[in-house]
């Protein structure tokens, strides 16, 4: 029996990759295939803790290492002593700190004639020419089968480090995002916002400011200064990591929101394990980042029975396109998204956009969905599924 050897690109942030690594692991226990799939992760890592946590430990093989790049390494030389017939999925691993340990690694795989695969989670876009030079040289050599998140992502991709074979959305757990009322208490941090009436806007996302792919955090208090002036209650609530240094980004943003008055509207929170449990109290989530690539917090807040405001560029109006245009706006826009912010909260037309989309998110990015499709496009067989479940 063949077994799907994974390496993820980064162990120590909690974000997409870490979620849909997790939905992948749960989508193969469902099926009764968890012995099919094996993630490979850094010794002490967050993804070790995080599958632990959810009682997926079995599937873990963990690696010693200083360092992503030392992990890549030494990963890949446990993968060199496996059978040459098991598929290897690299999750998006193109970074400068793991580039180098998987050029190592090219004539081997090559020689091997090991099936390798590439999951493109962002557009792989270096600030400079030499590293962009360098993503070129090591996939043209490698020469994987490149899968993609999104037909954005791919339209990136492709061409210029490959031809893609299969969009795969990320998958998300219905289990965890639904429409049902939450169980207990809101979230402790949460409680004194709720308590004061505001209507909450949330926006889970990284805490960063990227070239290629800026998270545009900062209109956010922009847009709460608008509704303000409008009359209207909102507190915005950012929930994700910081890893500048001494959080100059978070005191950047607060900085902004004193100088704007919205202060006392507006609260940064670290990133969670049970975010579901925060886009149920949301009233909105809003996400405004022009190049996106997917934007799985999309999903899950529709999941959830939460309407969003997005860009219309990206991986986010990719999605919204799909069933709620009209919730679309120019990214760099504060009023269009104070704005339809308001006509959501206001207009009867959103439960039933809200239902499209949640119809949407069951087709194309369930969990079972995403296991048929990574199990037929790695040659993985199974006893346990009906054979019309393999279809894609």
């Known amino acids: 029996m063949h077994k799907l050897l994974v390496i993820p690109g980064w162990c120590?942030?909690?974000?997409?990759?870490?979620?849909?690594?997790?939905a992948m692991v749960k989508g193969f226990e469902q099926y009764g295939e968890s012995n099919q799939i094996c993630i490979l992760t850094q010794a002490g890592s967050l993804i070790e803790e995080y599958l632990q946590q959810k009682n997926l430990g079995h599937c873990l093989t963990t690696i010693p290492a200083q360092d992503q790049r030392q992990f890549v390494q030494r990963a890949l030389n446990?993968?060199?002593?496996?059978?040459?017939?098991?598929?290897?999925?690299?999750?998006?691993?193109a970074t400068s700190k793991t580039l180098p340990a998987i050029a190592l690694h090219i004539i081997s795989l090559r020689l091997s004639r090991r099936p390798v695969y590439y999951m493109f989670r962002d557009l792989a876009i270096s600030h400079n020419s030499l590293g962009n030079l360098s993503r070129n040289a090591v996939f043209?050599?490698?020469a994987p089968r490149i899968l993609c998140n999104s037909k954005f992502t791919a339209e990136n991709v492709r061409g210029r480090l490959g031809e893609v074979q299969g969009i795969l959305h990320p998958p998300i757990d219905l289990d965890l995002f639904n429409t049902r009322p939450p169980v207990g208490s809101p979230p402790q941090k949460l409680q004194p916002i709720l308590a004061s009436g505001a209507r909450i806007i949330l926006t889970p996302s990284r805490i960063s400011k990227d070239r290629v792919n800026d998270k545009n955090?900062?209109?956010?208090?922009?847009?709460?200064?608008?509704?303000k002036a409008a009359g209207h209650h909102y507190h915005g609530v950012i929930i994700g990591q910081d890893t500048s240094s001494e959080q100059t980004r978070s005191r950047a943003l607060i900085a902004q929101a004193e100088d704007l008055g919205v202060a006392d509207r507006f609260t940064i929170l670290p990133p969670a394990l049970d975010i579901e449990n925060y886009y149920k109290y949301a009233d909105v989530v809003v996400t405004l980042a022009p190049r996106e690539p997917?934007?799985?917090?999309?999903?899950?807040?529709?999941a959830c029975g939460v309407p969003v405001v997005g860009s219309r560029t990206g991986g986010i109006g990719e999605i919204l396109n799909n069933f709620a245009p009209e919730w679309t706006v120019n990214p760099h826009d504060p009023a269009a998204a104070a704005e339809t912010i308001v006509h959501i909260a206001h207009t009867s037309n959103t439960l039933k956009l809200l239902a499209q989309g949640q119809r949407w998110v069951e087709t194309h990015c369930s969990i079972s969905g995403y296991t048929r499709r990574i199990m037929k496009i790695t040659g993985l067989n199974s006893t346990k599924l009906p054979e019309t479940e393999l279809v894609y």
């Open 78 to 93: 446990w993968v060199s002593q496996q059978p040459h017939d098991y598929p290897l999925l690299l999750e998006n691993c």
């Open 294 to 302: 997917f934007g799985r917090t999309v999903v899950e807040a529709i």
């Open 217 to 227: 955090l900062r209109l956010l208090p922009i847009v709460l200064a608008q509704l």
């Open 140 to 142: 043209a050599c490698l």
């Open 12 to 22: 120590k942030s909690l974000g997409g990759n870490t979620v849909s690594l997790l």
